[in-house]
């Protein structure tokens, strides 16, 4: 499985939004498996960085229930970057994902893009076959930019990613 995560224009170097794209996958999300995370990371920017980590706010105003992953992916500017992690389980202390995979849906991906990005919490394509259902909640990324010879600023931003479910194929 795939997420992906975009932060806005955070640098001058990172002149537009959506420059930094990633996401993570795997096949554990809803099965039976011991699989990990495997993270695939876009820069669209014109500046190489390096993802340092991606913290989940489960409940903003508690700590203490934050999943952090330390990354430290090394992205060159306009190339895509990606490794694997042990899994960790990103789907906890969240309701909407709760009921969400409790109604029988598939995780597809994790991400900080979609393709209608004015949807939240909201079924978004309702055909006979197929649906989608995406939930989301807040993340903060650091990240430093790499720039010749000069010293790395760690810069870090609050954001969000969405959760982007299916239905399950019987």
Same mark, same amino acid.
């Given at each position: ?7 806005? %224009?955070?640098? %001058? &170097? ?8 990633? *996401?993570?996958?795997?096949? *554990? @999300? ?32 508690? %700590? ?7 990354? &430290?992916?090394?992205?060159? *500017? ?29 995780? *597809? ?38 720039? &010749? ?10 954001? @969000? ?10």
């Amino acid at each position: 499985m795939l997420i992906m995560l975009t932060a806005p %224009a955070f640098s %001058a &170097g990172l002149g537009g939004e959506d420059e930094l794209k990633f *996401a993570f996958y795997s096949a *554990a @999300w809803g099965e039976n498996t011991d699989d990990g995370l495997r993270l695939v990371v876009s820069n669209q920017s014109n500046v190489s960085v390096v993802l340092e980590e991606v913290r989940f706010l489960k409940t903003p105003e508690v %700590a203490d229930d934050d999943i952090l992953l330390k990354i &430290g992916l090394a992205v060159p *500017a306009g190339r895509y970057a990606e490794t694997e992690f042990r899994y960790t389980d990103l789907l906890s202390n969240n309701e909407c994902i709760r009921r969400t995979m409790d109604s029988n849906w598939r995780l *597809a991906e994790v991400s900080n893009y979609t393709l209608n990005p004015s949807v939240r919490n909201l079924i978004i394509e309702n055909t006979d076959s197929f649906r989608i259902y995406q939930c989301v909640e807040t993340i903060s990324m650091r990240w430093r930019e790499v720039k &010749g010879d000069s010293i790395d600023v760690s810069k870090t931003e609050e954001s @969000w990613i969405l959760y982007h479910f299916e239905t399950r194929q019987d």
